[in-house]
T-cell receptor
Framework: AQKITQTQPGMFVQEKEAVTLDCTYD???????LFWYKQPSSGEMIFLIY??????QNATEGRYSLNFQKARKSANLVISASQLGDSAMYFC???????????????FGQGTILTVHP | DGGITQSPKYLFRKEGQNVTLSCEQN?????MYWYRQDPGQGLRLIYY???????QKGDIAEGYSVSREKKESFPLTVTSAQKNPTAFYLC??????????????FGEGSWLTVV
């Protein structure tokens, strides 16, 4: 079974508009972390935002915010005021906290290609 | 500058040959990882290491080998036993602690093509 599911292979958004990228996850752990990364065509993975399972407030980092709905096991990324430079592949990832320690073993979704139109 | 350096950026290999991808970090991170990415796909974990002289298999370790003789270095060897080695390989590192929030940082990746 997929642990991280990104159901949108591709998304289009007009410049300056907001866009939501979907991510659902599956885990039986109580303690876990959710991450979003951006991968431009150059291939590097750029960390965007993190949400811990015990965090009561949704994480925000500049134009990025994470809509965390724990009961639904969803962690959607919201990008406000889209820019042309936001065009890239976006990955949702999860780190499960195995036995009280965290080894950085991220499980990734399949990714969503975002295209920003002028 | 602090970061993770992968080399080479592009590598061509003939079938039947082993090849080693280099990964060096100067972030003083304890943990290091190797991921594989196929076109249009997510990342899959090959191997990871939490401390020097110790490493564990990830989800797709068959046909790969690693070593961790120094904290800052975690080379990956793609052996001839790997049936479909053409892919993009990403090295990463993170501090090792009990916090699930420790960010994992990636290198710029290495493209391996088997010809």
């Amino acid at each position: 079974a997929q642990k991280i599911t990104q159901t949108q292979p591709g998304m289009f958004v007009q410049e300056k508009e907001a866009v939501t990228l979907d991510c659902t996850y599956d885990t039986s752990d109580q303690s876990y972390g959710l991450f979003w990364y951006k991968q431009p065509s150059s291939g590097e993975m750029i960390f965007l935002i993190y949400q811990g399972s015990y965090d009561e407030q949704n994480a925000t980092e500049g134009r990025y915010s994470l809509n965390f709905q724990k009961a639904r096991k969803s962690a959607n990324l919201v990008i406000s005021a889209s820019q042309l430079g936001d065009s890239a592949m976006y990955f949702c990832a999860m780190r499960e906290n195995a036995g009280g320690t965290s080894y950085g073993k991220l499980t990734f979704g399949q990714g969503t290609i975002l295209t920003v139109h002028p | 500058d602090g970061g993770i350096t992968q080399s080479p950026k592009y590598l061509f290999r003939k079938e039947g040959q082993n090849v080693t991808l280099s990964c060096e970090q100067n972030l003083n991170h304890d943990a290091m990882y190797w991921y594989r990415q196929d076109p249009g796909q997510g990342l899959r974990l090959i191997y990871y290491s939490q401390i020097v002289n110790d490493f564990q298999k990830g989800d797709i370790a068959e046909g790969y080998s690693v070593s961790r003789e120094k904290k800052e270095s975690f080379p990956l060897t793609v052996t001839s036993a790997q049936k479909n080695p053409t892919a993009f390989y990403l090295c990463a590192s993170s501090p090792f602690s009990s916090s699930s929030g420790n960010t994992i940082y990636f290198g710029e990746g290495s493209w391996l093509t088997v010809v």
